[in-house]
């Protein structure tokens, strides 16, 4: 999990975003003011989480940009704690907030191992 939380500390300064674990799940929460489902792609492939996100704006006809301070890419390709799987995984967004649900692999139970002799 070093590596993720690494990851998340070369975010763009824009984004602000914690790591949360349970015993069954880590909870990625990331702020992307105005960002939506609709503008924002989750993947999960080959051990890590790509995450799209642009920020839609309106701007008025009458108007024009004399300085844009709040205009946002993302594009972050993040490593996954070696237990996340993407299987059951779940995203929402409400409010420029995006929470990635990611459950733990189950652990294999402990078992005794069969050994032979060879002769």
Do not use: H
């Amino acid at each position: 999990m070093t590596a993720l939380r690494d990851a998340l500390r070369e975010l763009p300064e824009a984004v602000f975003a914690d790591l949360l674990e349970s015993d069954d799940a880590y909870l990625l929460v990331l702020d992307l003011p105005g960002v939506s489902a609709d503008s924002t792609d989750v993947r999960a492939e080959r051990g890590r989480l790509r995450i799209e996100a642009r920020r839609e704006k309106e701007l008025p006809p009458e108007y024009r940009y004399v300085r844009e301070d709040r205009s946002l890419f993302l594009d972050a390709e993040l490593p996954l704690p070696p237990d996340a799987s993407d299987a059951g995984a779940e995203a929402t967004v409400d409010r420029g907030v995006l929470e990635v649900r990611l459950p733990k692999r189950e652990a294999a139970p402990e078992r005794s191992i069969p050994i032979s002799d060879s002769s």
